[in-house]
């Protein structure tokens, strides 16, 4: 019932350039979104659904860490700031 409905109403996996998820290319949300796995006798295929929650937890985990690594950079680089402008103020108040 559910492909007879997705086939009356025009899947949008058509529509995008790509609906296959691969390794080289970063995960975008509309993949996400719009993924639909294929439905078995007793539901959708767990082994699929698996692979892909695979691949999103894999993603968001560099994300994360790419995420961190940036915030401690900033992090890093506010004193490093704080300190050069404690020195400048220091150096102009004696002159």
């Avoid at 078995?40 to 929650?53: H, S, Y």
Wanted: charged letters at 30%.
């Amino acid at each position: 019932m559910r492909n007879l409905i997705r086939r009356l109403a025009g899947r949008r996996d058509e529509e995008q350039p790509t609906a296959q998820v691969t390794r080289s290319q970063p995960l975008r949300p509309w993949q996400i979104r719009e993924r639909c796995f294929n439905v078995r006798r007793r539901g959708l295929d767990p082994v699929e659904i698996r692979a892909f929650l695979h691949k999103v937890a894999d993603e968001l985990t560099v994300a994360q860490t790419a995420l961190r690594a940036v915030q401690e950079e900033n992090v890093r680089i506010k004193n490093t700031l704080r300190s050069w402008q404690s020195a400048q103020s220091t150096n102009h108040r004696y002159r």
